[in-house]
């Protein structure tokens, strides 16, 4: 039985681990032949060794020439997802000029620079019927909701809903559908790597499990789910959409 994202490819920035991995192996489990992207080249060579359906390529999405050199070794991908992003922690009182424009270059800016390298493209397959979907990662933490201690990634992760609506708008009738994914608090090793660097590990996860309403934390296999959904023709009436992924924590 062929799979959603059968003779589909898809293109996947943050790859190597947590949801972007996740991704990659639900998406080939699904039929897709994926390239799978990283800066972390030794994090990406147990990807590679997964499935054939996956090829790697080290990738910084904050630099516009390896922009430029994946998006002319990929083609032209049916799927783009944009994963790639940092937490910052902190009020406004805590942020300084070189916390900004690294959230903005990494949550925001890569992600513009990923989609502005394949929409020609996109829009060349467009004329003889093709597809594109775009998924950017955003967050809760955004012009959703208002989220203590995560105002620096709440103003980013705002800015790439809005960039997703933006685009979507524009290329709506042109075969191009783009939208966001907004996570409540997931299960990753970043997520570890932040509680391991507040001092206090079982605190923080007490903490970040408290918050989230049904009393446990998302998995990368759940918001992977998602994102194949999106990728899917399954959702070719879905564009231009935050949809949140968050264990009621919106509600």
């Known amino acids: 039985m062929a799979g959603r994202l059968a003779g589909k490819t898809a293109l996947v920035t943050s790859a190597a681990q947590g949801i972007g991995r996740a991704t990659v192996l639900a998406m080939v489990a699904e039929g897709a032949t994926v390239v799978a992207t990283d800066i972390n080249e030794a994090a990406l060579a147990s990807l590679a060794n997964e499935n054939a359906a996956i090829t790697t390529h080290k990738l910084d999405v904050t630099n516009q020439a390896d922009v430029d050199a994946i998006a002319a070794k990929a083609g032209t991908p049916d ?18 000029d070189k916390d900004w424009d690294f959230a903005f270059e990494l949550n925001v800016r890569a992600h513009y620079r990923m989609m502005r390298a394949f929409t020609p493209g996109w829009l060349a397959k467009a004329s003889n019927t093709g597809k594109a979907s775009v998924i950017n990662m955003a967050s ?28 979507a708008a524009d290329f709506l009738n042109k075969g191009i559908r783009v939208n966001a994914i907004c996570p409540g608090t997931v299960d990753t090793p970043s997520l570890h790597d932040r509680m391991r660097a507040t001092g206090d590990y079982e605190a923080a996860h007490k903490a970040f499990i408290g918050r989230q309403p049904m009393g446990r934390l998302g998995t990368a296999a759940e918001i992977a789910a998602l994102v194949v959904y999106l990728a ?16 009621g924590w919106s509600v």
């Open 140 to 167: 809760l933490a955004s012009s959703v909701k208002g989220v203590p201690n995560r105002f620096l990634y709440g103003t980013s992760k705002a800015a790439v809903i809005g960039m997703t609506k933006a685009m």
């Open 79 to 96: 799927v783009l997802f944009n994963c790639s992003g940092y937490v910052h922690a902190g009020t406004i009182m805590d942020v300084v």
């Open 232 to 247: 899917s023709d399954e959702s070719g009436f879905i564009t231009g959409q935050a949809i949140n992924i968050d264990g």
